[in-house]
């Protein structure tokens, strides 16, 4: 059975710090582009950051220098480290991956799996 589901999203305050997971089945994760996007009320879905099969990042500009995007293809699972959270970072966090030797995109319609979402809220 293919499945992706996320983990780790909470309310936190301005200034802290989340880290999301999602855990993969089905998949032998060292094979794919990874993603992270995510979604405000009444917004488009958008890429927050990905990662290539050969782990090199990209990150949105509005999150560059306080999310860290990882993975561990042991355990099949990727990560999404985010620190010094603004209230313009609430949304629902969805991971997504691809099967691809190139490099990642940002680009929503490149990802073939994805999961259900984990809800993260920034608030004073």
């Known amino acids: 059975q293919l499945k992706l589901v996320e983990s780790g999203g909470d309310l936190v305050q301005i200034g802290g710090s989340l880290r999301l997971s999602c855990a993969t089945t089905?998949?032998?994760?060292?094979?794919?582009?990874i993603a992270w996007f995510r979604q405000a009320p009444g917004e488009n879905r958008e890429g927050v950051s990905c990662?290539?099969?050969?782990?090199?990042?990209v990150y949105a500009d509005s999150v560059k220098d306080r999310f860290l995007i990882s993975r561990d293809n042991a355990k099949n699972t990727l990560y999404l480290q985010m620190n010094n959270l603004k209230p313009e970072d609430t949304g629902v966090y969805y991971c997504?991956?691809?099967?691809?030797?190139?490099?990642?995109?940002?680009?929503?319609?490149?990802?073939?799996?994805w999961g259900q979402g984990t809800q993260v809220t920034v608030s004073s």
């Open positions: 089905g998949f032998n994760l060292g094979y794919y582009a």
């Open positions: 997504a991956i691809r099967y691809s030797y190139r490099p990642c995109s940002l680009l929503r319609h490149d990802y073939d799996y």
């Open positions: 990662m290539s099969n050969s782990d090199v990042p």
